[in-house]
């Protein structure tokens, strides 16, 4: 007649429930390292309010002609771009930029007519119409947004170019 052999439960299969429950915590409360603001669980339409009320306010520091609150929408590491040149880190671009706010009137205008954020909420996209000062479109951005660890929304790459189907411009 077989002997019966009595099994002994190995160190995993008795600490594997333990190590399961300790895992689900630490993802339900978010990993130490994890940003403050992950914790959030917004809807994607939370998440492109959010984007398209930070693309509103860095327009408005153009209108209300403030350099240094258009400088704290931008990037440590963004980057501007057009046809002709680059601008790489925020230093750069708020120097480029400087220009566009010498005197009492802004000289272009710009609105979010699109904002496409993802499910992870890091990344968007906003898209929408550039203005004259009369009012006439003459142009449209793309702006790349990021969620920094901060929980605040930048910009990290923004390119303006004529409006569809319309020649550039000399």
Do not use: Y
């Not at 429950?21 to 978010?30: D, Q, T």
């Not at 398209?52 to 400088?71: G, L, N, T």
């Not at 963004?78 to 566009?100: E, N």
């Amino acid at each position: 007649m077989a002997r019966k052999r009595r099994i002994i439960p190995s160190h995993f299969t008795l600490f594997a429930p333990a190590v399961v429950v300790a895992a689900l915590v630490w993802a339900i409360a978010g990993s130490p390292t994890a940003p403050a603001w992950a914790a959030e669980a917004a809807s994607n339409a939370t998440l492109v309010q959010q984007v398209r009320e930070a693309e509103i306010a860095f327009a408005k520091a153009m209108a209300d002609r403030d350099h240094d609150a258009f400088a704290t929408h931008v990037s440590e590491e963004a980057v501007f771009f057009d046809d002709r040149s680059v601008l790489r880190g925020r230093a750069a671009v708020a120097a480029g930029w400087a220009g566009f706010f010498e005197g009492p009137n802004a000289p272009f205008s710009w609105a979010p007519e699109r904002v496409e954020v993802l499910d992870s909420g890091t990344l968007a996209l906003s898209t929408g119409p550039v203005f004259d000062p009369k009012g006439n479109r003459v142009g449209t951005f793309i702006s790349t947004w990021r969620r920094d660890a901060d929980g605040v929304w930048r910009v990290v790459f923004d390119k303006g170019c004529p409006p569809c189907g319309a020649p550039p411009q000399p």
